[in-house]
């Protein structure tokens, strides 16, 4: 059975910083492509940030320069750092392992950034 356990969201002032963490398991976690998405309320949701398997990353225009996407493989374990926060970035956040046979979502877990 696949999991996606995403941790590490909650409420924060606007320039704070968090760590998503997005835990696999039932996979093979090195043969996947990560990715964190969001969707706000009344909005579709979109990338924000991706990592292959070879560890090239991209990132939407919105979050370059404040979200860092990282993995460890040993851990089976994806991250997103988030510093400076604005209150746009508010919304529920969502972890996604992707390969050419399948894809998988975590739960989601709530960002909320206000003063």
């Known amino acids: 059975q696949v999991q996606l356990v995403e941790s590490g969201g909650g409420l924060v002032q606007p320039g704070g910083s968090l760590r998503l963490s997005c835990a696999a398991s039932?996979?093979?976690?090195?043969?996947?492509?990560m990715g964190w998405y969001r969707q706000a309320p009344g909005k579709r949701r979109e990338l924000v940030a991706a990592?292959?398997?070879?560890?090239?990353?991209n990132y939407a225009d919105s979050v370059k320069g404040r979200f860092t996407i990282s993995r460890d493989n040993a851990k089976n374990t994806a991250y997103l750092q988030m510093n400076s926060l604005k209150p746009e970035d508010t919304a529920v956040y969502y972890c996604?392992?992707?390969?050419?046979?399948?894809?998988?979502w975590g739960q989601g877990t709530q960002v909320t950034v206000s003063s």
């Open positions: 990592i292959t398997r070879g560890g090239t990353t």
């Open positions: 996604n392992a992707a390969s050419l046979k399948a894809a998988y």
């Open positions: 039932g996979i093979i976690f090195s043969n996947y492509d």
